[in-house]
């Protein structure tokens, strides 16, 4: 078994050692050329041209089947044009290509009549006949152009089945895949988007939701990727100029004028690009510069605010040397600085921060053809973050007044981080034939991820201070965390399409991975889960064979995406102690005055020695996703589909106390409320602060030998069943819309909203607190906090021509978050929170009971442009809420003995409409 190990790790690391994969980076059309009587023409020549082609247009001959093939594309609007002497030249002209997208065109050309020269335009398809996929979301230049959005992560918002950060049920932010030009930019820490392009430099943003091929992996979401501009043959560059002014925005909390944060925007932003030949049809460049500045606002406050300014550059080289290989180049520097971090009216002057902050992102990419069916792409990536804010270790401790929640005295704790990401790929593509009972189109593919980061977090002076009424109540000590983790993944694929007929595809495909986790102090890999198999199975069949009416179907296994988070506390950290002052702990256990005095009692300590564990058969947590779909062309740019989409995700990876002993007693809550004198069944600690975990993939019933038998009485779960409805008309005769519907249910027991490592109930991070202590199992099934029931959303844009003005339009609706009642159990129950909380809650009922308020949105885009010769010039402005809406986003849902907030108090409310103005001129 060691053998067959090793001979894996030599066989990937020899084939990624030269570099590795460009995901779906590019993109492919081919077809077949038949006479009017059905039968196949040889020697027809096909040529393809685009301005996003460069060495200029390409041609090909027909072989004795009729068949052409055109692999290796940039994504693009192109034109395929078929000729052959005796029969009218037929061409397709508005052909748009999308990120590894594969369309197949068909022509049929008639006998011509003596001197007839005449060329035919037929219309061009929609969709891509051979892939597997549904309800894959292609943002093109239009797009990006006509619509308020202004960043890539922004554009998730446009996609079904996506709602603040969400998709289909998965874990907000960073369950997503993000890259540019095929370059994974997850941050190696905790998963999200590290690297965020600049808007203006993009080409096209293509998010893919369901049924990806093999070569995709490390996502539990939707893959996000941006494809940077190239430049071409020709000279164009783009200014913009964007502009919030504090008086751009209405008001919208008259119905709640106590809020605390009444809050608007304002920011500037400065953009330009140039792109162009430095050899035509042979070294394009493309280069871009930005500058912003931003700043919050809050209504009937002078204290400070949050603001931040930054600046980026961009460079991309792009190279065809000859009509095998192109090469290109990219590389990005991007510094900034936040001013007043989270700052609030809740924080005293002192209690502020600035946060500077310096990113280098760089890429590059190979492709070399060996033939016409046989190609080969490397390329390797990644960047570099640091970050660290101001706040002096040695500095005065940071006080927290618990009946209003105002923060004094400094910011809780210092920060410093880095994070380094090095990715490298190598992919190989054949394209065989009449082999094996039809046509193959094989992908072999490996990778190799070597990722590190450097985090540290310290309370000033070890100390932060819980106050009540302005006096001493409780005083936390933390000997802080600093942590300096890497891992290494290695990564293989096979990925084959296979045409089996004219009318049915067969897309199977097979994914190895492999992961290990190193932290200082342990040697060796500290963190090794078993190897992970990902089978991928997709079928596409042609309905009416006339490639307008696809039914599709895929079933693919999913790994999560790896991050340091799943294993960093392995490494050795301090210590943690809670103190609780005398007087308090005198009237808690009704004891004389004096007892213990003006002083800080120890009430509990947590060593943190050998705090955790792992259990050596760990597995990596994945998703099983189901998907059917129905696609359908109707005329020339309009495309409708429907899709059944189910995903579940097993092996959940969590943290189970193993030292921890609690027993069962009753408790009745005493909190005006909705459960004012209820009783509950729930847990009294008998060993607060002693606990140590095993890092493990909980079963219920599995025996982990910890001190308190039933610690795992359920296998964690996340949950995703939908239906969706879409429809898309591309952009033509002055005007594109998309639109969709999915109705969906995400429901089990660990949430998908954001949850630090141990702190709540997800273990998006790795560890969550559901089987470190049993009282948050209570009512822990149901509803997941990202759950709309219904959502709804349009965009799309017109030109009027008369005026020449265009405006862009996006309507979204959501049904309200679910949201449920916590309730803080009293201290001599249980002190000992097992997190950074101070108390223990519990979940008044059922997991997901209440719910928010569905949310409408409208935001529109009106540009007024003006040409002068080669210039043009627009006039922009954006309005955002639209309709001024103030839907209710965030509710006190606490209840404990200190708080002045009753249960539903509103603490927040969406932002009043706002303005934006902006100038462009492009050339």
Same mark, same amino acid.
């Given at each position: ?23 779906a ?9 038949l006479s009017?009587?059905?039968e ?11 301005p ?18 055109f ?16 029969f009218?030249?037929?061409k397709?002209?508005n ?6 997208q ?5 022509? *049929?050309?008639? @006998? #011509?009549?003596?001197?007839? !020269?005449?060329?035919?335009? /037929?219309?061009? +398809?929609?969709? $891509? ?50 890259? *540019?030009?095929? @370059? #994974?930019?997850?941050?190696? !820490?905790?998963?999200?988007? /590290?690297?965020? +392009?600049?808007? $203006?430099?993009?080409?096209e943003i ?6 990806a ?19 071409g043959n020709d ?7 964007f502009l919030?002014?504090?008086?751009f ?8 004028p ?7 925007p304002?920011?500037?932003?400065a953009?330009?690009n140039?792109?162009g ?31 931040w ?16 290989d192109?090469l ?83 910011f ?21 034939e009449?082999?094996?009972?039809g ?33 001493p ?51 060796g ?34 790994y ?43 009430d ?10 792992v ?15 129905l ?19 097993h092996d ?66 996340r949950?995703?069943r ?27 027991n660990?949430?998908n ?14 560890a ?27 965009f ?22 679910p949201?449920t ?28 009971q ?7 949105n409208?935001d ?22 639209l ?6 986003t ?28 902006a100038?462009?001129l492009?050339?």
């Amino acid at each position: 078994m060691i053998n067959k190990f090793k001979f894996w790790v030599v066989f990937l690391f020899l084939l990624v050692s030269f570099a590795l994969v460009a995901q779906a980076q590019t993109t492919e059309i081919t077809g077949k050329v038949l006479s009017t009587d059905g039968e196949p023409l040889p020697g027809v020549e096909v040529t393809i041209s685009s301005p996003s082609l460069i060495g200029g247009p390409r041609s090909y001959i027909t072989d004795e089947e009729g068949k052409y093939r055109f692999p290796a594309l940039l994504p693009g609007i192109y034109e395929v044009q078929a000729r052959l002497q005796g029969f009218v030249p037929q061409k397709k002209t508005n052909i748009r290509l999308s990120l590894g997208q594969r369309l197949v065109i068909d022509f *049929v050309l008639r @006998v #011509s009549e003596l001197a007839e !020269e005449v060329t035919v335009v /037929a219309k061009a +398809p929609l969709i $891509d006949v051979r892939d597997s996929q549904t309800a894959t979301t292609n943002m093109r230049t239009e797009f990006i152009q006509k619509l308020p959005n202004r960043s890539m992560t922004g554009a998730l918002d446009y996609a079904p089945g996506s709602y603040d950060l969400s998709t289909y049920g998965s874990p907000v932010s960073n369950s997503n895949k993000y890259q *540019v030009d095929g @370059v #994974s930019v997850n941050d190696p !820490e905790a998963g999200e988007s /590290a690297f965020d +392009p600049d808007y $203006d430099s993009l080409e096209e943003i293509n998010i893919l939701g369901l049924g990806a091929p093999a070569e995709f992996d490390g996502y539990s979401g939707a893959v996000v990727s941006g494809v940077m501009k190239s430049g071409g043959n020709d000279f164009h560059g783009t200014v913009n100029l964007f502009l919030r002014h504090p008086s751009f925005h209405s008001t919208n909390w008259d119905r709640y004028p106590y809020l605390i944060r009444k809050v608007w925007p304002e920011s500037y932003q400065a953009n330009f690009n140039l792109g162009g030949p430095i050899l035509k049809d042979k070294l394009w460049f493309f280069m871009s510069g930005r500058y912003g500045y931003s700043k919050d606002h809050i209504e009937d406050y002078t204290g400070p605010v949050e603001s931040w300014k930054g600046g980026r550059f961009a460079l991309k080289l792009t190279w065809q040397p000859n009509p095998k290989d192109r090469l290109s180049l990219v590389g990005e520097v991007i510094p900034s600085k936040i001013f007043n971090y989270g700052t609030s009216p809740l924080m005293a002057p002192e209690a502020n921060t600035n946060e500077p902050h310096r990113d280098t992102y760089y890429h590059g990419y190979v492709l070399h053809m060996f033939s016409d069916s046989t190609l080969m792409e490397v390329k390797i990536g990644g960047f570099y973050n640091w970050g660290e804010n101001e706040v002096d270790k040695n500095g005065p401790p940071a006080h927290l007044e618990l009946t209003n929640e105002y923060l004094s005295g400094n910011f809780p704790e210092t920060y410093y981080r880095t994070s380094f990401r090095f990715e490298t790929n190598v992919a190989l593509s054949h394209f065989a034939e009449d082999f094996i009972k039809g046509d193959h189109d094989f992908k072999f593919g490996a990778e190799i991820e070597l990722s590190r980061v450097h985090v540290s977090y310290f309370y000033p002076s070890g100390k932060y201070y819980l106050d009540y009424n302005g006096e001493p109540y409780i005083l936390d000590e933390w000997d802080g965390e600093e942590a300096m983790p890497k891992y290494t993944r290695l990564a293989g694929f096979i990925q084959d399409s296979w045409v089996v007929s004219d009318r049915l595809t067969i897309n199977p495909g097979l994914r190895v991975n492999f992961w290990r986790g190193y932290v200082p102090g342990i040697s060796g890999a500290a963190w090794a889960p078993k190897i992970g198999l990902a089978p991928r199975l997709g079928i596409t069949y042609d309905l009416l064979g006339d490639k307008t009416t696809i039914l599709k179907a895929h079933y693919g296994k999913y790994y999560h995406g790896l991050m340091v988070q799943w294993f960093m506390r392995l490494q050795p950290q301090g210590g943690f102690r809670e103190y609780i002052w005398g007087p308090v702990l005198e009237e808690w256990e009704d004891l004389p005055p004096g007892t213990y005095g003006e002083q800080w009692v120890l009430d509990w300590e947590d060593v943190w020695e050998k705090e955790y564990t792992v259990d050596p058969n760990l597995k990596f947590p994945f998703m099983r996703n189901y998907v059917v779909g129905l696609e359908r062309q109707i005329g020339k740019d309009i495309s409708i589909g429907a899709s059944f989409i189910y995903r579940t995700n097993h092996d959940l990876q969590d943290r189970v106390n193993l030292t921890g002993r609690w027993e069962e007693t009753t408790w009745t809550c005493p909190y005006p409320g909705p459960h004012f004198g209820e009783t509950y069944t729930v847990y009294r600690r008998l060993n607060p602060g002693e606990n140590q975990y095993l890092l493990t993939n909980p079963k219920a019933g599995e025996n982990y030998g910890a001190a308190f038998p039933n610690i795992v009485p359920f296998t964690p779960t996340r949950n995703y069943r939908g239906l969706q409805l879409t429809f898309e008309k591309r952009y033509s005769d002055g005007w594109m819309l998309n639109a969709s519907y999915t109705l969906g249910r995400a429901w089990g027991n660990s949430d998908n909203t954001w949850g630090e490592w141990g702190e709540n109930r997800s273990n998006m991070l790795g560890a969550s607190t559901l089987f470190s202590n049993p009282n948050y199992q209570i009512n822990a099934e149901g509803r997941l906090g990202v759950d709309p029931t219904h959502l709804i959303k349009i965009f799309g844009a017109v030109d009027i021509p008369i005026v020449d003005v265009s405006m862009g339009v996006f309507y979204s609706y959501a049904s309200g978050s679910p949201y449920t009642t916590n309730l803080a159990l009293p201290r001599d129950i249980d002190p000992d929170s097992v997190s950074f909380e101070d108390v223990v809650y519990i979940f008044g009922e059922k997991r997901g009971q209440y719910r928010y308020p569905g949310i409408h949105n409208i935001d529109l885009r009106f540009e007024k442009y003006f040409q002068i010769g080669n210039l043009r010039l627009g006039a922009l402005i954006d309005v955002f809420n639209l309709l001024n809406d103030d839907t209710i986003t965030e509710y006190e849902t606490s209840l404990n003995p200190w708080s002045e907030y009753p249960f539903q108090y509103v603490w927040g409310i969406r932002g009043p409409r706002t303005y934006r103005l902006a100038f462009r001129l492009e050339f």
